[in-house]
């Protein structure tokens, strides 16, 4: 097990209610769950995570399983809810 922090962006912070945490997990699965059950009392937060994308040390997860994805000490996790804009 490793620390590092969760960093939420836009509807993930509000759904959090912070900008950022710390984790204390091996893989993202178990730091987001953590997340998840550090926040049942913001039930929008479970939500928002099944829309999100992550980055990992600046590294898309993309389709990888959560579970498979390893953090390291003093690591980031950036959570990205989809995002709407176009052209201008």
């Given at each position: 097990?490793?620390?590092g922090?969760?960093?939420?962006?836009?509807a993930?912070?509000?759904?959090?209610?912070?900008?950022e945490e710390?984790?204390?997990?091996?893989?993202l699965?178990e730091?987001?769950q953590r997340a998840?059950e550090?926040?049942?009392q913001?039930?929008e937060?479970?939500?928002?995570l099944?829309r999100?994308?992550?980055?990992?040390d600046?590294d898309?997860?993309?389709?990888r399983e959560?579970?498979?994805?390893?953090?390291r000490?003093g690591?980031?996790?950036?959570v990205l809810?989809?995002?709407?804009?176009?052209?201008l």
């Amino acid at each position: 097990m490793v620390s590092g922090t969760i960093r939420y962006w836009a509807a993930a912070k509000a759904a959090a209610g912070t900008a950022e945490e710390p984790y204390e997990a091996g893989t993202l699965a178990e730091a987001l769950q953590r997340a998840r059950e550090t926040h049942t009392q913001r039930p929008e937060f479970a939500r928002v995570l099944l829309r999100c994308s992550f980055l990992v040390d600046g590294d898309p997860v993309g389709t990888r399983e959560h579970d498979t994805v390893r953090l390291r000490e003093g690591g980031t996790v950036e959570v990205l809810p989809p995002f709407a804009g176009g052209a201008l």
